[in-house]
């Protein structure tokens, strides 16, 4: 029996390659992800082994607010230069050094332009001469107040060299002037760590531009004396310094600041076997479909086994033997796939960080498990079904010319309204019980399942009326019912399809909605002219408090604003919180009104919090709260109003005095209002000369700051419709799975069709009118189902200002175009094969 199953499966090699190419495309985006992570996670550690190489201890102060690598940046508290001389007295210390180190030092290159990095920080530090580490590679170390030196990295990406006269912009968001004296790299002639950009100044000036003030310290740097062990100075210097700060080894520092990076990528890991596990769904069907044409073809074979003594246990093993070959082959070939994939994408991460030194390309043991079980698993799940309807063929039907019959469709049909109902039951509690994300991702998965098992009842009235838009000739005709003559192959086919549109049309209408809401709002504002910056890092280009102030001087401006925010910790629990300058005018920038309590007037120990945040946190006026900044030392505020939660300025707004203990205690955001009739025009270039010396940010008028925000979610758009690309075309392959397939099972009927007349060009019309009809009843399919979620989706979301619900209709109109395109191009082979079938021999085929 054994023999037989893989004599019939080499037999037929284009059987084997279309059922595995989905499978390889799944596996491949498993594989590559793990690899991908992998190589990034060693080069990270490998950066952070050579940062802490010439560190025995290490000492920061324990920051007020933890902060996720997703949400931020931690900001340790500052340690006090008497600190670095209690850790020099401790015995077994030959060096301590009060090291300055922090993000947010940004170089003005030779073109007048902020030298960005999209990702690495830009830190700003104090020069602590070389080591077997760092070495200057030109010039000289800063002794003058003026004076930097910069890593080479960072000279070459701004066009700069020694001697130059530069810009650089610090905590506080003013420009100053230095002179470039000397440039510095590493060993191993590196220009840089990780792509870090480096600006180093004195120990004041680092101290003043990046902490505040003189005589604080970001860490301390300690090395031991000969023979010392780390672990034992380690606890040397916390007992002396005492719980406020955290003490580790240099090897424990590397490896705690190298996981902090691995969460972060291990999150984009799992967005990464998000697609890959929807592309595996989506094979499932291609698979589901492949066994059942098979099964169809196999008939009279499988049969004939059966009267010549094969069990059924037998011809379900013969099904599923041929599964667990193809999902072989097709693992080892997508893990191979995926391993080259995984390595393109870490060198093109390198080169995007620039300056980020890859680790060897290795494969790790959970990308070959997980790459072999998921293949494995899904081509035989994806064949039970098909095995055990082989294992009923009777084996009379080895004796006679019979087609496998229609089964009735109520069983399927009950079933998928049963799942439906499920699904929809999850939804509701996911979206709008805030049952939680899991919730919402079974839902979904169940929606899609739950309409594959209805598409059967609905294909034929459907694809009959899709049809009959070509039935104006016979190919037409033909195409049209030979489309609807199996609605189970059909219904899997297009349902392939109809997950994959779906799921873009589902964000489409989520982003389009997103857009609309953001527009009007926007509109809505009493707000003419904005003032903000481009994010690329981690924390938003920020302004000089002082730009509000001198903006409401400007001749036409009736009142401006400026907004800073920031993590802080609210009643033990992490809150984003904001500062404004003046209180009174968000209100009248907003137009709204008190929920309760007073929102236009804001003491110095106030709180005011929109409606939803006080409703969670159970929070009315006159409750108290205590809050931890990034800086100082807790604070208790009393709310003293409740805003509409889509007319405020985010969840809670302190008093403008808080914004000094802020991690940046500068601006992010300013509003402008212009007296009535004033042209924005005659105001804006005014506005502008105000920012003139921070590239960083820019003064826009309200119709460019909906195009920003607009174009950001296009940009996340268009990286979604990018990685589920991969699942539309495992469906595409479906489509022509399912068509060369039909093709080989119907060559006696083609060849009959060609003998009363059917010409080769009109047996290839009728082939693509089938797979036309096909793919648009999937995009149509998906279109519905997609614009359902995503409008639950919008509706789930209003009190987190979705105010619109928006259709893209002109996307829909696309994504239904491209679908008819896919059917054409989708026919191309199995109509070329069935147009050169000879027909003498086709008619003979059995």
Same mark, same amino acid.
């Given at each position: 029996?054994?023999?037989?199953?893989?004599?019939?499966?080499?037999?037929?090699?284009?059987?084997?390659?279309l059922?595995?190419?989905?499978?390889?495309?799944?596996?491949?985006?498993?594989?590559g992800?793990?690899?991908?992570?992998?190589?990034?996670?060693?080069?990270?550690?490998?950066?952070?082994?050579?940062?802490?190489?010439?560190?025995?201890?290490?000492?920061?102060?324990?920051?007020?607010?933890?902060v996720?690598e997703?949400?931020?940046?931690?900001?340790?508290?500052?340690?006090?230069?008497?600190?670095?001389?209690?850790?020099?007295?401790?015995?077994?210390?030959?060096?301590a050094?009060?090291?300055?180190?922090?993000?947010?030092?940004?170089?003005?290159?030779?073109?007048?332009?902020?030298?960005?990095?999209?990702?690495?920080?830009?830190?700003?530090?104090?020069?602590?001469?070389?080591?077997?580490?760092?070495?200057?590679?030109?010039?000289?170390?800063?002794?003058?107040?003026? +004076?930097?030196?910069?890593?080479?990295?960072?000279?070459?990406?701004?066009?700069?060299?020694?001697?130059?006269?530069?810009?650089?912009? *610090?905590?506080?968001?003013?420009?100053?002037?230095?002179?470039?004296?000397?440039?510095?790299?590493?060993?191993?002639?590196?220009?840089?760590?990780?792509?870090?950009?480096?600006?180093?100044?004195?120990?004041?000036?680092?101290?003043?531009?990046?902490?505040?003030?003189?005589?604080?310290?970001?860490?301390?740097?300690?090395?031991?004396?000969?023979?010392?062990?780390?672990?034992?100075?380690? +606890?040397?210097?916390?007992?002396?310094?005492?719980?406020?700060?955290?003490?580790? *080894?240099? +090897?424990?520092?590397?490896?705690?600041?190298?996981?902090?990076?691995?969460?972060?990528?291990?999150?984009?890991?799992?967005?990464?076997?998000? !697609?890959?596990?929807?592309?595996?769904?989506?094979?499932?069907?291609?698979?589901?479909?492949?066994?059942?044409?098979?099964?169809?073809?196999?008939?009279?074979?499988?049969?004939? =086994?059966?009267?010549v003594?094969?069990?059924?246990?037998?011809?379900?093993?013969?099904?599923?033997?041929?599964?667990?070959?193809?999902?072989?082959?097709?693992?080892?070939?997508?893990?191979?796939?995926?391993?080259?994939?995984?390595?393109?994408?870490?060198?093109?991460?390198?080169?995007?960080?620039?300056?980020?030194?890859?680790?060897?390309?290795?494969?790790?043991?959970?990308?070959?498990?997980?790459? !072999?079980a998921?293949?494995?698993?899904?081509?035989?799940?994806?064949?039970?079904?098909?095995?055990?309807?082989?294992?009923?063929?009777?084996?009379?039907?080895?004796?006679?010319?019979?087609?496998?019959?229609?089964?009735?469709l109520t069983?399927?049909?009950?079933?998928?309204?049963?799942v439906?109902?499920?699904?929809?039951?999850?939804?509701?509690?996911?979206?709008y019980?805030d049952?939680? =994300?899991?919730?919402?991702?079974?839902?979904?998965? =169940?929606?899609?399942?739950?309409?594959?098992?209805?598409?059967?009842?609905?294909?034929?009235?459907?694809v009959?009326?899709?049809?009959?838009?070509?039935?104006?000739?016979?190919?037409?005709?033909?195409? /049209?019912?030979?489309?609807?003559?199996?609605?189970?192959? *059909?219904?899997?086919?297009?349902?392939?399809?109809?997950?994959?549109?779906?799921?873009?049309?589902g964000?489409?209408?989520?982003?389009?909605?997103?857009?609309?809401?953001?527009?009007?709002?926007?509109?809505?504002?009493?707000?003419?002219?904005?003032?903000?910056?481009?994010q690329?890092?981690? /924390?938003?280009?920020?302004?000089?408090?002082?730009?509000?102030?001198?903006?409401?001087?400007?001749?036409?401006?009736?009142?401006?604003?400026?907004?800073?925010?920031?993590?802080?910790?609210?009643?033990?629990?992490?809150?984003?919180?904001?500062?404004?300058?003046?209180?009174?005018?968000?209100?009248?920038?907003?137009?709204?009104?008190?929920?309760?309590?007073?929102?236009?007037?804001?003491?110095?120990?106030?709180?005011?919090?929109?409606?939803?945040?006080?409703?969670?946190?159970?929070?009315?006026?006159?409750?108290?709260?205590?809050?931890?900044? *990034?800086?100082?030392?807790?604070?208790?505020?009393?709310?003293?109003?409740?805003?509409?939660?889509?007319?405020?300025?985010?969840?809670?707004?302190?008093?403008?005095?808080?914004?000094?203990?802020?991690?940046?205690?500068?601006?992010?955001?300013?509003?402008? /209002?212009?007296? +009535?009739?004033?042209?924005?025009?005659?105001?804006?270039?005014?506005?502008?000369?105000?920012?003139?010396?921070?590239?960083?940010?820019s003064?826009?008028?309200q119709?460019?700051?909906?195009?920003?925000?607009?174009?950001?979610?296009?940009?996340?758009?268009?990286?979604?419709?990018?990685?589920l690309?991969?699942?539309?075309?495992?469906?595409?392959?479906?489509?022509?799975?399912?068509?060369?397939?039909?093709?080989?099972?119907?060559?006696?009927?083609?060849?009959?069709?060609?003998?009363i007349?059917l010409g080769?060009?009109?047996?290839?019309?009728?082939?693509?009118?089938?797979?036309?009809?096909?793919?648009?009843?999937?995009?149509?399919?998906?279109?519905?189902?997609?614009?359902?979620?995503?409008?639950?989706?919008?509706?789930?979301?209003?009190?987190?200002?979705?105010?619109?619900?928006?259709?893209?209709?002109?996307?829909?109109?696309?994504?239904?175009?491209?679908?008819?395109?896919?059917?054409?191009?989708?026919?191309?082979?199995?109509?070329?094969?069935?147009?050169?079938?000879?027909?003498?021999?086709?008619?003979?085929?059995?």
């Open positions: 029996m054994l023999r037989a199953t893989l004599k019939s499966l080499l037999a037929r090699k284009v059987r084997l390659l059922s595995g190419l989905a499978v390889v495309l799944g596996v491949m985006f498993v594989a992800s793990f690899v991908l992570t992998d190589t990034l996670s060693r080069s990270f550690d490998s950066i952070f082994s050579d940062a802490y190489s010439q560190t025995d201890v290490t000492v920061a102060g324990k920051p007020k607010v933890e996720s997703l949400d931020g940046e931690s900001v340790p508290a500052p340690v006090p230069a008497s600190a670095v001389d209690t850790v020099a007295a401790l015995p077994g210390v030959a060096q050094r009060g090291m300055v180190a922090a993000d947010g030092a940004t170089l003005i290159g030779s073109n007048g332009k902020a030298v960005g990095s999209f990702g690495p920080p830009q830190l700003g530090e104090n020069w602590l001469g070389e080591n077997a580490l760092t070495q200057l590679r030109e010039g000289r170390g800063p002794t003058a107040d003026d +004076e930097i030196v910069i890593n080479k990295g960072l000279a070459e990406a701004g066009k700069v060299a020694v001697g130059d006269r530069v810009g650089v912009l *610090t905590l506080d968001a003013k420009q100053r002037t230095f002179t470039i004296v000397g440039t510095f790299g590493y060993s191993g002639d590196r220009d840089s760590l990780g792509g870090v950009n480096e600006i180093a100044f004195t120990d004041p000036v680092a101290q003043q531009l990046m902490l505040g003030r003189t005589g604080l310290f970001t860490s301390i740097d300690v090395k031991g004396t000969d023979g010392t062990d780390p672990a034992t100075l380690k +606890e040397r210097v916390a007992a002396a310094l005492g719980a406020d700060y955290n003490v580790r *080894t240099g +090897e424990e520092a590397a490896a705690d600041d190298a996981q902090g990076l691995k969460d972060g990528l291990g999150f984009f890991n799992n967005i990464l076997l998000g !697609f890959a596990g929807i592309a595996l769904f989506v094979g499932i069907f291609l698979i589901i479909n492949t066994f059942s044409i098979v099964v169809a073809q196999r008939t009279r074979e499988l049969a004939l =086994l059966r009267a003594g094969a069990s059924r246990r037998q011809v379900i093993g013969s099904v599923l033997t041929e599964a667990v070959v193809i999902g072989v082959v097709a693992s080892v070939i997508g893990t191979a796939a995926g391993i080259g994939v995984g390595a393109l994408l870490a060198n093109l991460a390198a080169r995007f960080a620039d300056g980020l030194s890859l680790a060897g390309i290795g494969v790790p043991p959970v990308a070959l498990i997980a790459s !072999f998921v293949g494995l698993i899904v081509t035989i799940v994806a064949a039970v079904t098909p095995a055990l309807r082989a294992s009923r063929i009777p084996p009379i039907a080895a004796m006679q010319d019979v087609a496998t019959p229609d089964r009735p069983k399927i049909t009950t079933l998928g309204a049963i439906s109902a499920a699904a929809g039951a999850l939804l509701g509690i996911g979206l019980a049952g939680g =994300l899991m919730l919402v991702a079974g839902g979904v998965l =169940l929606a899609f399942v739950g309409v594959a098992l209805l598409t059967p009842v609905l294909s034929r009235p459907v009959g009326l899709l049809g009959r838009l070509f039935s104006w000739s016979v190919p037409g005709k033909l195409g /049209r019912l030979n489309s609807g003559r199996n609605p189970r192959r *059909t219904a899997i086919t297009a349902a392939a399809l109809m997950v994959g549109i779906a799921l873009v049309t964000v489409g209408v989520i982003a389009s909605s997103a857009k609309t809401s953001i527009a009007g709002s926007i509109d809505s504002m009493d707000a003419q002219l904005i003032i903000q910056g481009t690329t890092g981690p /924390r938003p280009p920020t302004f000089d408090p002082t730009v509000v102030e001198r903006a409401k001087a400007v001749p036409g401006v009736r009142d401006a604003v400026g907004v800073a925010s920031d993590l802080a910790k609210v009643d033990g629990e992490q809150q984003f919180v904001t500062s404004v300058t003046d209180a009174a005018v968000i209100p009248a920038i907003y137009g709204s009104t008190a929920v309760a309590g007073d929102i236009t007037r804001q003491g110095p120990d106030q709180a005011i919090v929109n409606a939803e945040t006080a409703t969670e946190r159970g929070w009315a006026v006159g409750s108290v709260l205590t809050v931890q900044l *990034t800086r100082g030392e807790e604070h208790r505020y009393t709310v003293s109003g409740i805003a509409p939660t889509d007319k405020s300025i985010g969840e809670i707004m302190l008093p403008a005095a808080a914004m000094a203990d802020f991690a940046q205690p500068t601006l992010s955001l300013g509003f402008v /209002r212009l007296d +009535e009739g004033t042209p924005v025009a005659s105001v804006q270039p005014q506005v502008e000369a105000l920012v003139a010396d921070n590239p960083l940010v003064v826009i008028d119709a460019t700051f909906t195009q920003q925000q607009s174009d950001m979610l296009d940009q996340v758009l268009v990286m979604i419709q990018i990685l690309a991969l699942a539309i075309l495992i469906a595409v392959l479906g489509i022509v799975n399912t068509l060369a397939l039909s093709v080989m099972e119907r060559t006696r009927e083609l060849g009959l069709l060609r003998a007349g080769r060009a009109a047996t290839m019309r009728m082939i693509t009118v089938e797979a036309v009809v096909i793919s648009v009843f999937g995009a149509l399919l998906g279109v519905v189902v997609g614009g359902g979620l995503g409008a639950a989706v919008v509706r789930a979301l209003r009190d987190q200002g979705f105010t619109d619900l928006t259709l893209p209709w002109s996307t829909i109109g696309i994504y239904l175009a491209v679908a008819a395109l896919v059917g054409c191009v989708a026919a191309i082979l199995p109509s070329i094969r069935a147009a050169r079938l000879n027909v003498l021999g086709a008619i003979a085929h059995e």
